[in-house]
């Protein structure tokens, strides 16, 4: 069982050398940060906003050459939308800022939920299959992140590629007594069972609601870890039936296959935290039973249609898609927006606030081309206050350094910078009509390159130019191949199989059916051409099976 391999549970995915899983020291003391183990490891020096605590704690991540984030991922039926962008761009900044200006290798693991009721529902409408909507979905996802330019996860892990290693977590908590199976194949987890351990992130866990007369609940606020089968829809054996996880219970495996019972970070938007994000506390803490899974939780704050006190959401279908907002603004011009304001706070869309986002973006590569013209010589000014410009720099260099260690405060960090660039155009303006005065091309130089430095940090080219998203071309065409790829494997394996028939009789078959693997090997060439290659494995005679068959029981 999967409780068993202690340890030794991330090592599939990871090498143990990563030194994952620190140690947990002294407890906090504080009302609301009563009993938060300060975990013992490796101080990053930034100060972060843990809502395990509701204040603001030291960063301190069990090594800082493998600080382990675990991410949650999109639920693939539909394109994603501008909120779903905020939320990410806002995290990848972060990631950014601790990788590269705190020194922290950050190892990113995001669970992609392919399989989940609104899949399956979108599937049926589609008449498509529920792992050909979730492929499309996924990989348009993907490219959307891309051209925001999210950096991707060091891995990304599916469910349906999981549910082994799910249903053993499930066993491992039935096995320590939290969570019961039923007659009708469902498993809930017990939260009585929890006792007052329950609701770290909220405090108090609100009510349940209300349950349907034919629930084989044993309380209400119990909660799914294995759904039974419902007609018409994939599902998977178990040793409670035939069915599918429950949507808590992925994320808690995923993340415990790669960091085991302990995770420095763990990243959502702020509606996760109850309750997805509670139950996984609760589901991992007594599967590994240990005081403390997760030591930092971080959340960001939605996205609102200005005017209005709701969040951008496909429910409230108010939402614009990441394609079509990127006809109008580039991904550059999204992220110092999502800059201008702190992760954790909800932020307005509005034409208006992206125009200032850009003119900003504008005003600072303006500056940077009339810093360059001028060491270049082809920007006259008087004599420059060479030493009021290094005082500056060093004195924003040393603001911006201590907004970022400050639970990320990217708007001060972004107002030093602007403040600094404020400063070095009542320079360059001072134009005068005769021959210039001593020059100063260093000190210029040296703001660029920070100005520069700053924006790469954070993912922001200052180039000027306007990335324009396509159509979904490229997603339709991965999905197209895939069908392509998927529908070759069914005939190679036909071709193959020849059951229990004599071996004269499967002499003759593979002779009668070798014209089939001529085409799939003919298929395979050609597709190598393009650049597409099917790597297979070894497939005996008279057996099916090889990589990519993602044929589910009862899908």
């Not at 034409?351 to 060491?375: G, P």
Request: aromatic share 8%.
């Amino acid at each position: 069982m999967l409780r068993k391999l202690g340890t030794r549970f991330g090592a599939q995915l990871l090498p143990a050398t990563l030194g994952l899983g620190p140690g947990l020291g002294r407890k906090v003391s504080g009302a609301r940060g009563q009993g938060w183990l300060q975990p013992a490891g490796h101080d990053t020096g930034v100060k972060v906003y843990n809502s395990l605590t509701r204040r603001k704690d030291p960063l301190i991540v069990g090594s800082a050459d493998a600080t382990s984030w675990y991410s949650c991922g999109p639920t693939v039926y539909d394109h994603a939308h501008l909120g779903h962008a905020c939320s990410y761009v806002r995290f990848d900044i972060i990631r950014r800022i601790l990788t590269r200006v705190f020194g922290c290798n950050i190892i990113m693991v995001m669970g992609i939920t392919d399989v989940d009721d609104k899949i399956i529902k979108r599937a049926n409408e589609m008449n498509i299959s529920p792992a050909s909507l979730a492929s499309l979905y996924e990989e348009d996802f993907k490219q959307d992140m891309a051209a925001l330019k999210v950096l991707p996860p060091t891995v990304y892990l599916r469910v349906t590629e999981n549910i082994p290693q799910i249903i053993s977590f499930i066993e491992g908590i039935i096995a320590n007594g939290h969570a019961y199976s039923t007659e009708k194949g469902n498993v809930y987890f017990d939260l009585q069972s929890r006792g007052d351990k329950y609701g770290k992130l909220v405090g108090v866990a609100p009510g349940p609601v209300a349950e349907p007369g034919d629930s084989d609940k044993r309380h209400a606020s119990d909660f799914a870890l294995w759904k039974a089968a419902k007609p018409q829809e994939m599902f998977w054996a178990s040793p409670w039936g035939n069915g599918r996880p429950g949507w808590h219970i992925e994320c808690s495996t995923i993340s415990s296959l790669v960091f085991g019972s302990q995770l420095d970070i763990h990243s959502g938007g702020i509606d996760l935290a109850f309750p997805h994000h509670e139950n996984e506390i609760a589901q991992c803490e007594v599967f590994h039973q240990c005081e403390q899974w997760g030591n930092y939780f971080l959340h960001s704050g939605h996205l609102h249609v200005k005017g209005k006190e709701e969040k951008m959401s496909k429910s409230l279908k108010n939402y614009i898609t990441i394609k079509d907002f990127l006809k109008t603004f580039s991904p550059d011009v999204f992220r110092l927006f999502c800059m201008r304001s702190s992760y954790r706070s909800a932020i307005d869309y509005s034409s208006s606030s992206m125009l200032e986002a850009k003119r900003l973006l504008l005003a600072t590569a303006t500056f940077v081309q009339d810093a360059r013209a001028y060491m270049k010589g082809q920007l006259a000014c008087g004599p420059i206050r060479e030493d009021v410009l290094w005082e500056r720099l060093s004195h924003t260099k040393a603001a911006v350094k201590a907004a970022l260690a400050d639970d990320f405060d990217t708007p001060g960090a972004v107002d030093a910078i602007m403040d600094l660039i404020h400063h070095g155009n009542r320079q360059l303006q001072l134009v005068t009509k005769g021959p210039g005065g001593p020059r100063s091309p260093a000190v210029f130089g040296s703001i660029v390159s920070y100005i520069e430095q700053f924006f790469e940090t954070v993912g922001i080219s200052l180039a000027d130019r306007q990335f324009v998203s396509g159509d979904s071309s490229s997603a339709t065409l991965y999905s197209v191949v895939e069908e392509l790829v998927r529908f070759r494997l069914k005939v190679r394996q036909f071709a193959l199989a020849t059951g229990e028939a004599s071996r004269e009789a499967r002499r003759q078959q593979l002779l009668e059916r070798q014209p089939l693997l001529e085409a799939c090997d003919t298929l395979r060439q050609d597709l190598a051409a393009h650049g597409i290659r099917i790597k297979e494995q070894h497939i005996h005679m008279g057996t099916a099976g090889s990589e990519g068959d993602d044929h589910k029981p009862g899908s």
